[in-house]
Antibody, heavy 125, light 107 residues
Framework: EVQLVESGGGLVTPGRSLRLSCAAS????????MHWVRQAPGKGLEWVSS????????DYADSVKGRFTISRDNAKRSLYLQMDSLRLDDTAFYYC??????????????????WGQGILVAVSS | DIQMTQSPSSLSASVGERVTITCRAS??????LSWYQQKPGIAPKLLIY???NLQSGVPSRFSGSGSGTDFTLTITGLQPEDFATFYC?????????FGGGTKVEIK
């Protein structure tokens, strides 16, 4: 069974940093591109960042570019999101998600067939 | 960036009704369009990919159609467990973008 479990969320003040982790199991993690998606409370879904299976391609939403860094450790079957210079509008539930097919660059933008349970990042003064 | 516009933003329907939700892209996304269902407090679930392909395990009452810029999600025979919010997503080019969502409520 595919499982994605996020950790590392919490309450922080503006300008501080937080690192999210996503532990993967039940599939060949090193064959799949992975994504972070967030959802502010009561709002819609916002794609945050993507990383290919070998970290060779990475993309960010403009809203987080220069502040967030996505990375992965295939040996540890883990995905990360380093969030620096956090702002009030970064407050959201953050989900990690896997694409629905393995592969190279062609699979990078595929739909997400498995999601974590989500973790809350609250930025407040 | 490609903008995704869903309509309506909400609707009320009865069990057994046929429901149609539309999604329009600001430029062509070919057939690289997905639909997700999200219930309160739960992560989204993939329903449809590449505009019309049913994800494994999803009931056949869900169907998708369209290409280019205009897409439709149809639920034929709404069931009690289908009341949720539905999102479209373009998978054509980064940044990936979602529609604003359509909340389907019980009439």
């Amino acid at each position: 069974e595919v499982q994605l479990v996020e950790s590392g969320g919490g309450l922080v003040t503006p300008g501080r940093s937080l690192r999210l982790s996503c532990a993967a199991s039940g599939f060949k993690f090193d064959e799949f591109a992975m994504h972070w998606v967030r959802q502010a409370p009561g709002k819609g879904l916002e794609w945050v960042s993507s990383i290919s299976w070998n970290s060779g391609r990475i993309d960010y939403a403009d809203s987080v570019k220069g502040r967030f860094t996505i990375s992965r450790d295939n040996a540890k079957r883990s995905l990360y999101l380093q969030m620096d210079s956090l702002r009030l509008d970064d407050t959201a539930f953050y989900y990690c998600a896997k694409v629905h097919l393995p592969g190279g660059s062609g699979s990078y933008l595929l739909p997400f067939d498995a999601w974590g349970q989500g973790i809350l990042v609250a930025v407040s003064s | 960036d490609i903008q995704m516009t869903q309509s309506p933003s909400s609707l009320s329907a009865s069990v057994g009704e046929r429901v149609t939700i539309t999604c329009r892209a600001s430029q062509s996304v070919n057939s690289f369009l997905s639909w997700y269902q999200q219930k309160p407090g739960i992560a989204p679930k993939l329903l449809i990919y590449e505009a019309s392909n049913l994800q494994s395990g999803v009931p056949s009452r869900f169907s998708g159609s369209g290409s280019g810029t205009d897409f439709t999600l149809t639920i034929t025979g709404l069931q009690p467990e289908d009341f949720a919010t539905f999102y479209c997503q373009q998978n054509y080019i980064a940044p990936l973008t979602f529609g604003g969502g359509t909340k389907v409520e019980i009439k």
